[in-house]
């Protein structure tokens, strides 16, 4: 277990779906107070009472949406790392949208839960550490013959090109020369998603995803288009499955 190992607040309206993601935390190790409530109502006052680390957030309820549940999240003083878990990919879009860490399918899996929560654990870091800066995020480009700063939030999306990362800015594009796997790591989890080894784009970008045969792709604000690659299928749309999502369609070309 974690030195200092975070709440988790399970959300779920169905009896059997709580009991299993329940267990399946404890299996995992990674958790330290785990509570559990009933619907999306009952979410909102756990959540101001105990302020958990994590939500396990169950998307289509009765009484309130985990959609719903996870904008009521995005006014509260410190926002929790949320992962949804729902039997429908439909709703993967506005959940990336709203930030959310990861979207699993049900029956979830402990490896996909095990990693969703790793990488929900290094979020919470890494916003302590930059609420403890208090400082807005920037990175050294060149610009012709000289170099300036660009904010982070401003990057619209990443392409690699050999040895260099493209940025693309409205407008404009900078070149950094820096590894991928590097600059992934410097940029918040909560804005940005990578969806290709070669690619990572800002979630608000994100218009909607279209199938053409096997393959998937991106369609960004602004027209663009970009391949998702297979590893990271689930991770955007839940399951590599024609419907619908969010406010779009799944277009079959």
């Known amino acids: 277990m974690p030195e200092n190992p975070p709440s988790v607040l ?15 935390c404890e299996r995992t190790g990674l958790f330290g107070v785990t509570e559990l409530a009933n619907g999306g109502r009952h979410a909102l006052e756990k959540i101001r009472q105990l302020q958990p680390d994590i939500l396990l957030l169950d998307v289509d309820m009765p009484d309130l949406s985990g959609l719903e549940v996870a904008e009521f999240c ?9 992962i949804f878990t729902t039997a429908h990919v439909k709703y993967a879009v506005q959940a990336f949208r709203l930030e959310a860490t990861d979207y699993l399918l049900k029956p979830v ?5 095990r990693e969703a929560v790793e990488r929900a654990i290094a979020n919470l870091a890494r916003r302590r550490v930059d609420c403890a800066q208090d400082i807005t995020q920037r990175l050294w480009v060149q610009d012709g013959t ?16 050999r040895d260099y990362m493209r940025l693309y800015l409205p407008g404009r594009s900078y070149l950094l020369h820096q590894s991928m796997s590097s600059l992934e790591s ?8 990578r969806v290709h080894r070669s690619t990572i ?20 604000q602004d027209g663009s288009k970009l391949a998702i690659g297979p590893r990271y299928a689930d991770r955007i749309i839940g ?9 779009s369609e799944t277009v079959t070309e």
């Open 10 to 24: 399970i959300v779920d309206d169905e009896p059997l779906a709580r009991s299993r993601l329940k267990a399946l």
């Open 74 to 82: 995005a006014g509260v003083t410190w926002m929790p790392e949320i």
């Open 109 to 113: 899996k402990e490896a996909l839960l």
């Open 146 to 161: 000289g170099s300036l700063q660009l904010i982070v939030s401003h990057i619209e999306w990443v392409e690699a090109e």
């Open 186 to 193: 410097q940029l918040p989890d909560s804005l940005f998603v």
């Open 201 to 220: 784009v800002r979630r608000d970008c994100i218009s909607e995803v279209r199938r053409k045969g096997r393959r998937l792709f991106l369609v960004l």
């Open 239 to 247: 399951t590599a499955q024609a419907g619908r999502l969010g406010g």
